[in-house]
């Protein structure tokens, strides 16, 4: 049997990334969401974000720890080998977009939003194809574009947006009346009209690949 050794790990539990078979992240932190920094009072040790590819273990740590730093999890693009991390910056307020490439190890921040254009950071992240920031109002069934476009759109009860590819939104809603059941709806992006709706539910396949899982 091979066994690697990672030293420092002692409190790192490796999780894999959605949509590869290839990578896996470790993330240290004191407190789980990016909202919860402010409650230590500027004395936030910062969180570090590892990455280890599979079956070499090479480990990565792309982005340096900072104090009052939140490093959110990373999300995986198939189409170019990347991942794309939200960096909550507490000392300048700001968040960042950033996108690394572990092919050639680069680091780029490409899109800087100040926190208050935000709000509060609940329900905030990254989606794919390509990546978007948006802010999920769990309340009243939206969700807003903050990045690379500002747009928002008025989902049914219980819609979720999934992903997005080719001009079209991919969600998914839950229902129980009274038994428990999933739709898959896909909207167009340009307007938010309903363009198809489906009972199943959609799984992200380690090659990147989406799976519609219905009945027909």
Request: charged share 30%; with cysteine; net charge negative.
């Given at each position: 049997?091979?066994?690697?050794?990672?030293?420092?790990?002692?409190?790192?539990?490796?999780?894999?990334?959605?949509?590869t078979?290839?990578?896996?992240?470790?993330?240290w932190?004191?407190?789980?969401?990016?909202?919860?920094?402010?409650?230590?009072?500027?004395?936030?040790?910062?969180?570090?974000?590892?990455?280890?590819?599979?079956?070499?273990?090479?480990?990565?740590?792309?982005?340096?720890?900072?104090?009052?730093?939140?490093?959110?999890?990373?999300?995986?693009?198939?189409?170019?080998?990347?991942?794309?991390?939200?960096r909550?910056?507490?000392?300048?307020?700001?968040?960042?977009?950033?996108?690394?490439?572990?092919?050639?190890?680069?680091?780029?921040?490409?899109?800087?939003?100040?926190?208050?254009?935000?709000?509060?950071?609940?329900?905030?992240?990254?989606?794919?194809?390509?990546?978007?920031?948006?802010?999920?109002?769990?309340?009243?069934?939206?969700?807003?574009?903050?990045?690379?476009?500002?747009?928002?759109?008025?989902?049914?009860?219980?819609?979720?947006?999934?992903?997005?590819?080719?001009?079209?939104?991919?969600?998914?809603?839950?229902?129980?009346?009274?038994?428990?059941?999933e739709?898959?709806?896909?909207?167009?992006?340009?307007?938010?009209q309903?363009?198809?709706?489906?009972?199943?539910?959609?799984?992200?396949?380690?090659?990147?690949?989406?799976?519609?899982?219905?009945?027909?």
């Amino acid at each position: 049997m091979n066994i690697k050794t990672f030293k420092g790990f002692e409190e790192i539990y490796p999780e894999k990334v959605d949509g590869t078979d290839s990578w896996y992240f470790g993330q240290w932190t004191p407190c789980s969401e990016a909202y919860e920094v402010p409650e230590f009072k500027n004395k936030y040790p910062g969180t570090r974000l590892y990455f280890i590819e599979y079956p070499s273990g090479k480990v990565f740590e792309p982005i340096n720890q900072e104090t009052n730093v939140f490093l959110e999890r990373p999300v995986y693009e198939y189409k170019d080998n990347s991942f794309g991390i939200i960096r909550y910056d507490f000392n300048k307020e700001v968040i960042q977009i950033i996108i690394f490439k572990p092919e050639c190890s680069s680091v780029k921040t490409i899109k800087e939003i100040p926190f208050s254009k935000v709000g509060d950071m609940v329900n905030l992240r990254l989606i794919i194809s390509p990546f978007a920031l948006v802010k999920h109002d769990v309340h009243n069934d939206a969700v807003e574009f903050l990045w690379p476009k500002e747009t928002s759109y008025e989902f049914e009860k219980n819609e979720s947006l999934y992903f997005q590819d080719d001009g079209k939104l991919y969600l998914t809603k839950w229902i129980e009346d009274p038994d428990y059941r999933e739709e898959i709806i896909v909207r167009e992006a340009a307007t938010g009209q309903i363009l198809e709706r489906s009972p199943g539910y959609l799984r992200r396949m380690p090659d990147g690949s989406m799976w519609k899982m219905t009945s027909k």
